[in-house]
């Protein structure tokens, strides 16, 4: 598959694409001012603990307190406090050393969330959830700091593989490599991306993440919450380090600085991909340039047309999102069932960008055309979840149920993406309703009585070329035009302007000096 990544700056923020096979999968948004990004460590203050929902309000910092629940306390949740703590209040020039540090006891996963953060103290948290809609930040404290290859968790001594990777071999390798150059008080998660690689280039990935939690631990030193204590990547490089492989064959710019940052970023983690970033200094814009504008309109709207005629109807509620399928025009046969079962495959392909591109989560019901055969509903169900297959999200794809719908469930982690493609009429201005012509000409013909009972002359009107044709059309003595001037004595001139609204209309005078009414 080939994989480009088109990065547009602009002074509000960065616009990110992702395109495979030239057509556009992801769509990232960052703004200038950017704060509480999902992975972003900040040093909260317990403000409130809620039995009820065993959870806890902390202060990070964002207008509304952030949202801590138990089950995101993570087992090592009284080291976290111990360690935090003994970092704010570290005076060592060099720090307290991390691999001396005594790990706390697990809390149990039935707890309850006073007997863990009693005494509302300060707790290093990471942003589980950007803020959506009038809710805070999701925060936990289960750290984990992602490189290119591995994870590291602090406070265990785990070494645990992707299941991605399916070769028992490797996956030993993998472990053995790990287990041998793991800082201690550090667990690591092996990724996918590791398949294959040597120890150099894993140490060189763990070591830098080591480096990272030293940073926090200094940055803790002296802290007064809430404060932020780690900026999680930008957006290009996060995307980098999780897309970059073989496949990703070219990253295009129109920054310089982000240029020469991402091109340093790829020439350390991927030497070999550093000649796939280029510079892009043409007149055009860059999105427009490389087609994205055109299907970023075509792909936000309410319906979402398909090649073959059918098409998609895209609803949102507080609770879900619904995709409606309908067949439209396409036939590919006489075959009722069969023609279901086209559209319904070429839908899912579709529906699976959309969910991505629009980062759409919680729950999704898709109204599938109704096909009656249990294998095409099977086929359906695999060719959705191989659809889903390349989605990052975590999610799961339900069995089509005896009502015909099938439910996606999709990880929410920030707030879909939503461009509006619409405008309001400038007619109507969004009521649906303009006045009738014989309405308009009664009110052109009254400011037209009123001009001329104030002795203006040589009056031009200027209407829309629908309304132009309506008040000229017919032979003399026949049109409106020859009408009012028999009636009032003088010709009025009537210009049409295509860029008016059909039921705008302006009087000019003999200098075309436009009269306010």
Not at 72 to 98: E, H, M, V
């Amino acid at each position: 598959m080939n994989k480009e990544l088109i990065i547009n700056a602009a002074p509000q923020g960065v616009e990110i694409a992702l395109l495979e096979d030239k057509k556009l999968v992801e769509l990232h948004h960052e703004k200038a001012d950017a704060s509480f990004a999902v992975g972003d460590l900040y040093l909260g203050k317990v403000k409130k603990l809620i039995p009820g929902l065993n959870a806890a309000f902390v202060d990070v910092g964002f207008e509304k307190d952030a949202f801590l629940h138990y089950t995101d306390l993570s087992p090592y949740a009284r080291s976290l406090l111990k360690f935090t703590q003994q970092a704010i209040s570290d005076n060592s020039p060099q720090g307290f050393n991390f691999a001396n540090f005594q790990v706390e006891p697990e809390i149990i996963k039935t707890g309850k969330i006073n007997e863990v953060l009693s005494g509302k103290p300060n707790i290093l948290v990471q942003i589980l959830k950007e803020p959506i809609a009038a809710k805070g930040p999701r925060l936990s404290c289960e750290i984990s700091l992602p490189g290119r290859f591995v994870v590291i968790t602090p406070f265990n001594d785990i070494v645990a593989v992707s299941r991605k990777i399916h070769s028992a071999e490797e996956r030993k390798r993998l472990q053995k490599i790990v287990e041998a150059i793991k800082p201690k008080n550090f667990g690591v998660i092996v990724r996918t991306a590791a398949e294959g690689k040597n120890t150099a280039e894993l140490h060189e990935d763990l070591a830098a993440l080591v480096e990272t939690w030293e940073t926090i631990q200094a940055n803790l030193k002296g802290a007064v919450a809430p404060a932020k204590i780690l900026s999680e990547q930008t957006k290009t490089t996060s995307i980098l380090r999780d897309l970059l492989n073989e496949d990703f064959n070219r990253v295009v710019v129109n920054d310089r600085n982000i240029y020469n940052d991402t091109r340093n970023y790829i020439q350390r983690i991927a030497p070999e991909k550093a000649e796939i970033v280029s510079f892009y200094h043409n007149g055009l814009p860059i999105f427009d340039q490389y087609g994205i504008t055109k299907q970023v309109k075509a792909a936000f709207g309410k319906t979402v047309n398909l090649p073959s005629g059918a098409y998609l109807i895209i609803e949102h509620t507080e609770a879900l999102h619904v995709i409606d399928v309908n067949s439209g025009y396409k036939s590919v046969g006489n075959n009722q069932e069969q023609n279901a079962l086209e559209t319904n495959l070429e839908a899912a392909a579709e529906i699976s960008r959309q969910l991505r591109l629009r980062d759409l989560g919680g729950i999704i019901v898709v109204d599938f055309i109704d096909m009656k055969l249990p294998d095409n509903k099977r086929k359906l169900l695999e060719a959705m979840e191989e659809c889903m297959r390349p989605d990052r999200a975590k999610h799961a794809v339900l069995p089509i149920s005896k009502f015909g719908l099938m439910q996606i469930t999709r990880q929410r982690m920030k707030p879909e993406v939503n461009i509006n493609t619409q405008e309001v009429c400038p007619s109507c201005a969004g009521t649906g309703k303009i006045s009738s012509t014989l309405l308009l000409e009664d009110e052109i013909e009254k400011n037209l009585s009123y001009l001329i009972t104030h002795q203006h002359k040589d009056l031009t009107l200027v209407v829309h070329p629908i309304m132009h044709a309506y008040l000229t059309k017919g032979s003399m003595f026949k049109s409106k035009q020859w009408k009012w001037r028999w009636k009032y004595g003088q010709k009025v001139k009537i210009r049409e302007n295509t860029n008016y609204h059909l039921t705008e209309f302006h009087f000019f005078d003999k200098h075309d000096d436009e009269i306010k009414l």
